[in-house]
C-alpha cells in the first residue's frame, strides 16, 4: 500500500499502524486489515471538529478531492457538493446559491445587490455580488461549504451559506515543495495548459515559516465570432490566469501565533462564452445583408469583447493562547479592480434604428466598458474557550469598510455626428451635461460607501455526553451613501444625485445535536438571515417605449430580505462509510428578485413578499470493495415563490406568480464520483494506480424568473420580435427560443499513476460533449441580441506533479 507524505491535509483520531490514499480521501489500515475513512477536521464554528461534530449541514472538499475530480474552479467543484448552484453568466461572473435560495440573475449594472453567499479566504471575507472571486484551487487545505443562513459568525453576504477556501499554513517542521504542469487541447478549440508550484521553508525551528505559492493558466477558447465581412475568429474566449501568495507564520512564543498574508491575483479574459441565436447584424431575416444562422458556440461582433480582474488581498491573523481562552484578530484590506468590455454595438444600433439614424450610425462598433473598482478593509476581534468543559462559546466584534466605485460608458466614434445631424448641433454635448465623454451616448458613475458593525456570540454546553445545545445570535448596524451620475443621449440626466440605506437588527440561530452512539449523529437548527437592501439605479428613460416606462418606472428602492432556516440532518460515520443527509425548510420574506427592465436596457430589483425553499441533501462516501471508492452528493429541491406580484396594469410582473420556481435552482442535482485504486509493483515500490469517473447531471433552470412566463403562465416558450427595420428584416419576424434552460450531463474521466514523490495523470473532460446552455443572455430585452452561455466543450488533457 502506497504511504503519502501528504498527511497535513486531514487530522483525525490515529486507528491505524499506516495510511493509504483512497478515491480522493486519506484512508487508514488498521491491524486487522479494514480500511476506514479519517476524519476531515474543519473550522466551520470558528474552532477546530470533525464534520461529524459539527451541528449543521456542511461539506468539505480536500485537495485531494478537487484533484481526482479534476476541479479547476469553484463551478467545477459544485458538482461534488449536494445543494451548491454556481450559475456562469461570463468569464470572471457568476451567481452563487446555496439550497435554492435565490433571487436571480445579478448583473454589471447592479453595484448596489447583495451577495446570497458569504465567500472567505481563511478568515477574510473576498465576497462581491456577481464577481464571486475565482481563486486558484492549488495547495488548498480544502474547501469547505457551510449549508443554510450563517450570519452568526460569518455575516457578510451569508444569507444562504458560506463557502470558505481553506489554505495550507507554513510549516515549521521542514521544507517541502510541489510543482504541477499541465497541457490541455479543447475539441474543436484552441490549446491550454498551466504551471504552478509550492515552497515551504523553515526560518527558524518552531518560530517562524514562510509559504510560498505561485501559478500562471492559459484557458484555451472554444467560441468562434463572426466578424462584418464574413471572416471569422477563431477560439475568441481564451484567457489567462496568474497569481501568488506569500504566507509569514511568526511563533515568538508558544501561545503566539502571528500569520501575515499578501495575495495577488489577475485573470484576463479576451472574450465571451455566449453562443448566439440572434444578433441585429447576423440573423436570418436580413435580405440587404447576408442572412446568416449562426451555429453552436458560435457569436457575431463588431468589436472584440475582454474581461479583466486585478485583485490584491493582504491580511493578518493573529492568535494568542490564554489559560481558558484563546485571543484572535483578523485584519484584511483587498483592493481590486475590475473591467468588463463588451460588443454593445447590437445594443447601440438598435437604439440608433429607433432613432431612424443611417445605416452607417447604426453599424458603428461601440463599446460598454463597466468598471468596478473596491477597495475593501475588514477587522474582526474574537475571543474563544480553549478548554475541555461541557461550555464552549465564542464571541466577537466586527467591523467593515468598503467603497465601491462603479462607472460605466459607451464609447462609439463618431456616434456625435450622427445625433447632432439628426437633433441639431450641440445635442450631443447638451445630454453629456457637461460630464460625460464625447462620442459616448451613456455615461454612469456610481460611488458606494458601504460601513457596518457587528457583535456576535454563539455558545455550545453538553447538557448530557450525547445531547449538545447551541444557542448564538448577531447583532448588525450597516449603513451605505452612494451618489448616482447618469448623462448621455441614452441616460436620464441625473447628476451627483445621493442615495442612503440603513439597517441594523439581530439574526439569532439555534442547534442541538444528539450522539445516538459512536457512528450516529442526529442535529437539528433553527437560524435566521439577513440581506441588505438599497436603491435601484435609474432607468434609461431614453431607451424606454411608454408601456416600460409606466411598470418599471415606480420601482425606486427595495427592503431588507430575511430568511428563517429549519433543518434536521442525520451525519453517519463507520470508518468505512460515511453518510450525510439534512431535510429543510427555508421561509424567505421580501425575496430581492432582479428583473430586466423590458427595453429601457436597465434591471430593477423588487420585494416578493413571501417564498420558500424546502428540500433534501445527501452526500456519501463509501468503499463497497477493496480498492473502489465512490462518493455521491445530490440535492431535491423545491424553490417557489409564495406571493404574485402585478404591475402598474395589472399583470403579473417579471414571472413572480405564486407556485412559480425560483431563478437559478435545479429542482434536482446529482454528482457520483467513482475511483479504482491498484498496485503497480511493476513500476516499483509504493506506486499505486488508479482510474477515476465524475458523473454530473444537473435538471432544468430559469435565469430570470420572467423566463418561465416568456410565453404566457406557465409558458417558457419565448417569440422574440425585434421591432427593428434593419439590413432588409421587417422586425417583425420572430425567433422562437424555450427559455427554460434544459437539464445536462457530463463525465470527466482520468487515469493515474501515483508514485512517492510524482503523479502523472492522464484525463478527458466532458467526455460527450455536451453543449449546455447555463444562462440565458439577452441585449435590450432580447430587441438586439439573444444568445446562451455554454459551457467547454471535450477536453484531453495531461498533469504531471511533483512533491519533494
Known sequence: MKISKKLNILAGTAMASSMIMIGGAYAEEDTGGKVVFEEILVTATKRASTIKDVPFSINAQTQEDIQRSGSQSLEDLARNVAGLMIQNLGPGQSQVAIRGVSAGQIVRDQPGVKEQVGVYLDESVISLSLFTPDIDLYDLNRVEVLRGPQGTLFGSGSIGGTIRYITNQPDTEGFEGSVEGNINVVDGGGTGGHIKGMINMPISEDKAAVRIVGYHTEYAGFIDALREGGSIDQNVNSGSRSGGRITLLLKPTEDITITPRVIYQEISMDGNNRQEVFNLYANPFTTTRTPVQLGPRQQFLLRREGFNDKTLIADLTAEINYDGFDLTTVSSYTDRDILVSRDASALTGSVSVDLGFPDAAVLLPSNLRDTTKVKQFTQEVRVSSNNDGPLQWVGGVFYANTDRFYKQFLPTPGYDAFVDAAFGAGTSAGAGAGVGPVDSPFYSELPYNLEQVAVFAEATYDITDEFHFTAGGRYYDYEEVRSVTQVGLFGNGVVDQVDKTASNGFTPRFLASFDVNDEITVNAQISKGFRLGGVNDPLNTALCNANDLAIFG???????????????????????????????????????????????????????????????????????????????????????????????????????????????????????????????????????????????????????????????????????????????????????????????????????????????????????????????????????????????????????????
Open 554 to 804: 415606480g420601482f425606486q428602492d427595495y427592503n431588507d430580505e430575511t430568511l428563517w432556516n429549519y433543518e434536521a440532518g442525520v451525519k453517519v460515520n463507520t470508518g468505512s462509510m460515511s453518510l450525510n443527509v439534512a431535510a429543510f425548510y427555508t421561509k424567505m420574506s421580501n425575496l430581492q428578485v432582479t428583473l430586466d427592465a423590458g427595453s429601457c436596457s436597465s434591471r430593477i430589483s423588487f420585494n416578493v413578499p413571501d417564498a420558500h425553499s424546502q428540500g433534501v441533501e445527501f452526500e456519501l462516501k463509501a468503499q463497497p470493495i477493496e480498492g473502489f471508492d465512490i462518493s455521491v452528493a445530490g440535492s431535491l429541491l423545491q424553490s417557489e415563490f409564495d406571493s404574485t406580484v402585478l404591475d402598474s396594469t395589472g399583470a403579473v410582473l417579471g414571472g413572480v406568480r405564486d407556485g412559480n420556481r425560483l431563478p437559478s435552482v435545479p429542482k434536482f442535482n446529482i454528482g457520483v464520483t467513482a475511483t479504482y485504486n491498484f498496485e503497480l509493483d511493476s513500476f516499483g515500490d509504493n506506486t499505486e494506480g488508479y482510474v477515476s469517473a465524475t458523473f454530473q447531471h444537473r435538471s432544468s433552470i430559469f435565469t430570470q424568473p420572467s423566463d418561465q412566463e416568456a410565453g404566457g403562465p406557465n409558458n417558457s416558450i419565448l417569440r422574440q420580435a425585434s421591432g427593428l427595420p434593419f439590413g432588409g428584416a421587417s422586425g417583425l419576424d420572430e425567433t422562437v427560443l424555450d427559455l427554460e434552460l434544459g437539464s445536462y450531463q457530463t463525465m470527466n474521466i482520468s487515469a493515474g499513476i501515483v508514485m512517492e514523490s510524482w503523479e502523472v495523470v492522464a484525463y478527458i473532460n466532458n467526455l460527450t460533449d455536451e453543449n449546455a446552455n447555463l444562462s440565458f443572455d439577452r441585449e435590450r430585452g432580447g430587441r438586439a441580441r439573444l444568445g446562451f452561455r455554454t459551457n467547454q466543450p471535450r477536453t484531453f488533457g495531461l498533469t504531471v506533479r511533483s512533491f519533494f
